[in-house]
């Protein structure tokens, strides 16, 4: 039998690179499968650089860009892993079979507002891969991907030489400011570490870098110098990653990275802490014991009780601790 695979994700990074595993599964166990991908035009290139998918549909503002193509497209089936409105209106658009990712909501609204955990212990790759179990795909375990065009590598020479004896990648953006380890707290950690550091995030974080790189002169702030696949590249060269819960996270489980992650206001248990296959090591640096955490699901733009104790109080020297074993023990 053919088929004719429609995925659906619209964002954001992270969440589209823990759908990789979904594709390769998708397209190593399926006989005659051809896979197509919708998402956001400025997501498109991490499913357009997968050589799984055969086409990547994208659009800028409104699905009225790509609706009557991909009706041309007669799928066998769709996949919905996003599972909102809009993703509802392709379904309906559409009209074929489709099955649609199990998102929790009231499961993870019960977490926050009254703190009961009745959340199932599962990774949410795993969850994904749920969605396509009816076709008989099973978890080949080889965890997440992300492919770098060749063009997008970052050549650490020149002012960058020093680099090319080994950095730590610290990621020190995010989408909320409470899944954000303040400046301060990321310069006594750096303060600790034995090797040089490289700061990593989008242009939105280059003032917070050169925060960090005042309070600490261990660290080089390349914040918006590069783009998304160029970042990914410096993440693919690091010894090991610090990270907030934010999109390079995932890729830097999908290069098979060391990694700390570290939690504010947010908790593993919503299932989308660092998908690292077996012998890789990670750590998740979070303050247990908080009776506010998790107060939100997402996050918020300052501490709701003002005293931001889930990132405040968090662990320098333990991270830095981890760190500096693995860069003096390589694997």
């Known amino acids: 039998m053919n088929h004719k695979l429609l995925i659906i994700r619209f964002s954001s990074i992270g969440d589209i690179v823990l759908t990789s595993p979904v594709i390769r599964c998708l397209h190593d166990q399926l006989p005659d499968v051809e896979i197509h991908y919708l998402t956001k035009e400025r997501f498109a290139s991490i499913p357009f650089n997968n050589p799984y998918i055969q086409k990547v549909w994208s659009f800028k503002k409104n699905l009225s860009e790509v609706l009557p193509a991909l009706k041309k497209e007669k799928f066998t089936h769709v996949i919905d892993l996003h599972n909102n409105l809009r993703s509802h209106l392709v379904l309906l658009s559409l009209l074929r079979p489709y099955h649609s990712f199990n998102k929790l909501n009231i499961q993870k609204w019960l977490l926050v507002r009254f703190k009961i955990n009745r959340l199932p ?94 309070l600490s002169d261990k660290a080089v702030n390349l914040c918006g110098k590069y783009n998304l696949m160029q970042s990914a590249s410096l993440v693919q060269q690091a010894s090991a990653i610090i990270t907030n819960d934010t999109g390079l996270m995932h890729i830097a489980a999908a290069m098979h990275k060391p990694i700390v992650s570290i939690w504010g206001n947010t908790i593993p248990e919503f299932g989308m802490y660092p998908y690292l296959p077996g012998g890789i090591p990670g750590m998740i640096a979070e303050v247990k014991g908080l009776d506010c955490r998790p107060c939100s699901k997402i996050g918020f733009s300052e501490c709701p009780r003002s005293h931001f104790k889930c990132m405040l109080n968090q662990d320098v020297k333990a991270i830095a601790d981890f760190v500096n074993i693995l860069v003096t023990n390589p694997r």
């Open 121 to 214: 212990n599962v990774h949410i790759v795993d969850r994904y891969l749920e969605t396509v179990a009816h076709l008989g795909i099973k978890n080949d375990g080889k965890g997440l991907d992300f492919f770098i065009p060749g063009g997008s590598v970052v050549m650490l020479d020149n002012e960058w030489a020093p680099l090319a004896n080994g950095y730590v990648g610290l990621v020190i953006g995010g989408k909320h400011n409470t899944k954000i380890l303040p400046a301060d707290m990321v310069a006594k950690v750096i303060g600790l570490l034995k090797m040089p550091v490289v700061l990593l995030g989008g242009k939105e974080d280059w003032e917070r870098g050169q925060q960090i790189c005042e």
